[in-house]
C-alpha cells in the first residue's frame, strides 16, 4: 500500500517518514511534500493509496486539497494530522470523507494504526469492487446461454404470463417491444450414405455448424437464433410495430432461402424448414409446433424445402393391402433379386407419393413395409436386430427417417440386409449339410451301402438337392467322392489282407467280378494282383 505524507515542518516530516516502521507492515513512502500545491502535483504522478496531511500548510491547506483530490479520486484515503483542537475543522473534514482526524502531537503508534486501518479499508473495497466485477463478467458470459435457455423453453410453453415477462426484464430482452412473432426451424438434410466430405455421423457438427451460419447471417435482421431440445435450429423472427403479418412473412420468405444458400455454399450441402403462423408473444409455443410439423413435410417433398404450416384436413384415400405386392417383393428378397427389390420398392413409394399424401399417411405406408420385413424374419425364426444390425434403431422410431429420399433408401437397405442374412445363413447351412454328409460317409463305410439315396434318407433331404449342394460345396459330383471313398476303403482292406471278396462286399459290391472292374479302374491294377506291387499305387483319377 503506497504513502504520501504531506507537512510544512521539515522536521515532522522527516520523523513520520523515518522514524515509524511502514515497510515492516507492508506501507512503502511514495512521496514527502511541504505544501499543498506541491502535494496535488505529485498525487497526479505518484498515485498513492493514503496522504497523512497538515492542515495549515502554505500555498494550499490541507483541507482543500483533500477536496481537491477526492472530487475526482474516491477510492484515496486522507488521514489528517492537525495541531487544531477545532470542532469545525474536524467537521468539515469528515464531511470531506476524511477517514481520520488526528491531534498533534499524536504518537507513532496511534499515527501507524490510523494508516493501516485506511490501508484494510481499502483493500476491503478493492475486494468488494473486485468481486462485483467478477460476478459481472460472469453473469455477461452466461447471459447468452440463459436467453438460449429462456428461449427454449418459451417455445416449450413452459412459462405463464408473468414469468416471461419477468424473465425477460432480468435477462435484459426487450420483447416487449415487438408485436410479431413466428418460428422456423431449420435442420440440414439428411445425408445418404457416405458422401464425399461428410457421412451421417456428421449430422450433429452439421447442424451446429447451421446454428452459427444462421446467428451471422440474421443477426441484424430482427432475429433470434437458438437450438431446440433436439438439436434443430430455431429462428424467432420479431416483427417491428410498423410490420404488417404480410410484411413479416414477406421478410421471413427472403431471408430463410437466403440462409439456405450460404449453407450450400459452406458446406455443399442443403437444408430445410418449416414455419409456423405469425402471432403475438403468447402465440410463440403454438408456432414453433406448427413449424416442426411443417419441417416433416420433407418426407413428401425431399430435400431443400421451406415449407409453411398449413391448417388443412387431406381427403386421403382409405389405406388397401396389396397382397400381389408382397407376393412379388417376397419372392424377389427370397431370390436374391436385389434389381427386383429396388424397383418393386421404388413404384410402391411412388404410387404413394403420387397420391399428395400426408407425412403421418408416408409413415403409415412405411409402417406397413416395415411390417412386410419383420414378417419375412420372424417367420425364419432369425433375430430382428442381428439381421438388420444399425438399422434396427429406425424400425423403433420412424421419425428418425425424416426425407423422402431417406425413406426409401432405408426400404432398400433393409431388403438388402435381408437377402444378405438369408445367403449366409444359406452358405452356413449348406456347409453344415456337407459336413454332416460326409460324416454319414464314414459312418456307413463297410456297414451300409453307400448311394446318393441311402445318404438323402439318412439325413432326410431330397436327393437331388444334396447332389446339387454337395457339386456346389465341393465342386464334384457325390458319385464322384463315394466311388473314391470306397474305393480307398477296398484298398485299405485289401492291404491289411482281407480277402478280395470281403473288400468288395466292404465296398458295397455284391458282384466280384464288377468291383474288380472298377476297382482296377480306379487304381490301375487289380485287387487280387494289388499285394504284389508296391503298397502305394498312384490312381489315375483323384
Known sequence: MNLMIVEDEIRILNSLANNIPWNEHGIEVVALAENG?????????RKPDIVLLDIE?????GLTLAKTVLQQETHMKFVILSGHDDFPYAQAAVGLGVMKYLLKPAGDDEILKAILAAAEEIREELMEKHSMIELQRKWHDRLPQLQDDFYRNWIQGRYADWELKKHMEELNLELALYTWFA???????PIHGQGERFTSSDQALLQFSLECIAAECLQHESCRVFNDADGATVLLFLGQPEESVPDIIQRINVHVPRLFNIVKECLKLTASAGLGTPGSWDHVSLSYRQARRALQERAIYGNEVFVPYLDVTNKEQP???????????EIAVHTDHAAAVAELIDCYFKDVYSQAVSTPKVYEHLLYLSSLFTRMIQSRGWSMQEVLQEDYSMFLSFESLLSKEQIVEWSKRVASRITQYRERERKHSSHRLVKQMIEAVEEMLGKEELTLHTLAERLYVNPSYLSR?????????????LLKRSMEHAKELLHSGVKVYDAAEAAGYRDVSYFARVFRKYWGVAPSELKKQERSVSPRLM
Open 183 to 189: 418460428v422456423a426451424v431449420c435442420e440440414v438434410d
Open 37 to 45: 500545491l506541491e502535494a496535488l502535483s505529485m498525487i497526479e504522478r
Open 319 to 329: 389405406f388397401h393391402y396389396d397382397a400381389e405386392f408382397e407376393k412379388q417383393l
Open 469 to 481: 449342394l454337395f457339386k456346389r460345396e465341393e465342386g464334384k459330383s457325390i458319385s464322384e467322392y
Open 57 to 61: 500548510m502554505p500555498e494550499m491547506d
